[in-house]
């Protein structure tokens, strides 16, 4: 009773948090690459329910990135994966997604930080321990966003695993 009674706060949190990240402007590609001046910062947002979404979200956030490079080379990005998809990142999910940790260890090396959140891990009884040293287990998904924002970043949301495959 007393660790359900622990997770109810933190459960309201993440959700007023997630509704309130929801609700902030955010910009497509396009409208950021059209900019005549570089953004502070970018930080990409994947939040996705198909629990395969980083098959086609990653290789959707490598390619953005590198067209954010090539238009304003010292931009720095992020990126934020808080959704069923994170799942994915797990040490143990390098066998079944070798594509999706490769993808995830290439960002992080060109110096996009890979952020999954800790508290809906935590949820499915999921540690930080159990995600590769290229993944940063971040408290809160939705407040790790919130606090590139803060820094001046603009939020640019990962299109969803549906709409990336009919394209």
Same mark, same amino acid.
């Given at each position: +009773?007393?660790?359900?009674?622990?997770?109810?706060?933190?459960?309201?949190?993440?959700? =007023?948090? =997630?509704?309130?990240?929801?609700?902030?402007?955010?910009?497509?590609?396009?409208?950021?690459?059209?900019?005549?001046?570089?953004?502070?910062?970018?930080?990409?947002?994947?939040?996705?329910?198909?629990?395969?979404?980083?098959?086609?979200?990653?290789?959707?956030?490598?390619?953005?990135?590198q067209? =954010?490079? +090539?238009?304003?080379?010292?931009?720095?990005?992020?990126?934020?994966?808080?959704?069923?998809?994170?799942?994915?990142?797990?040490?143990?999910?390098?066998?079944?997604?070798?594509?999706?940790?490769?993808?995830?260890?290439?960002?992080?090396?060109?110096?996009?930080?890979?952020?999954?959140?800790?508290?809906?891990?935590?949820?499915?009884?999921?540690?930080a321990?159990?995600?590769?040293?290229?993944?940063?287990?971040?408290?809160?998904?939705?407040?790790?966003?919130?606090?590139?924002?803060? =820094?001046?970043?603009?939020?640019?949301?990962?299109?969803?695993?549906?709409?990336l495959?009919?394209?």
């Amino acid at each position: +009773m007393n660790a359900t009674r622990n997770r109810f706060p933190a459960f309201w949190l993440c959700l =007023l948090a =997630l509704i309130s990240t929801a609700d902030a402007a955010s910009l497509s590609l396009d409208e950021l690459l059209a900019r005549p001046v570089a953004p502070h910062g970018v930080v990409f947002e994947i939040v996705d329910r198909d629990p395969r979404a980083l098959d086609v979200a990653l290789p959707w956030v490598k390619q953005a990135s590198q067209r =954010l490079k +090539m238009r304003f080379p010292a931009l720095p990005m992020a990126l934020v994966s808080h959704g069923q998809e994170m799942f994915a990142l797990q040490s143990t999910g390098r066998t079944d997604n070798p594509a999706v940790h490769q993808l995830a260890a290439s960002l992080s090396r060109d110096g996009i930080p890979v952020h999954v959140c800790e508290t809906y891990a935590g949820w499915r009884g999921i540690g930080a321990e159990n995600f590769p040293e290229y993944i940063d287990v971040a408290p809160a998904g939705p407040t790790q966003i919130k606090n590139y924002e803060a =820094l001046d970043y603009v939020r640019l949301v990962v299109p969803k695993a549906a709409a990336l495959k009919k394209r």
